[in-house]
């Protein structure tokens, strides 16, 4: 059962939206490597991750389904992404809204 979920998990098939093309391509344009839809240990799927200074650093382009409503509260399962991202994966994340 373990596997079989944990595969469902991580079988779904990324969509990168345009804002999530731009920033990786900004970050391409200031000299950063991006590699795109990296599969974790968690099982989670980061959006790019980049090095900076020697340091791995996870980045998430939080776009409007992050986000309750009109307001800046971010949904349950975004925030459970992010606590397991950097607990389990052991990786820093940043957000960019």
């Known amino acids: ?11 779904e098939e990324p969509t990168v939206s345009k804002l999530q093309e731009d920033v ?12 795109e839809e990296v599969l974790m240990c968690s099982g989670y799927r980061i959006d790019a991750i980049v090095e900076v200074n020697g340091k791995v650093v996870a980045v998430e382009v939080d776009g409007p389904s992050h986000f309750i409503g009109e307001g800046r509260s971010t949904t349950g399962s975004t925030i459970l992404k ?11 994340l940043v957000s960019v809204p």
């Not at 900004?26 to 590699?35: A, E």
């Open 1 to 11: 059962l373990l596997d079989r979920s944990y595969n469902a998990f991580t079988s």
């Open 24 to 35: 990786v391509s900004q970050l391409s344009s200031i000299g950063l490597d991006p590699k």
């Open 82 to 92: 992010r606590r397991q991202v950097c607990s389990v994966d052991g990786i820093e």
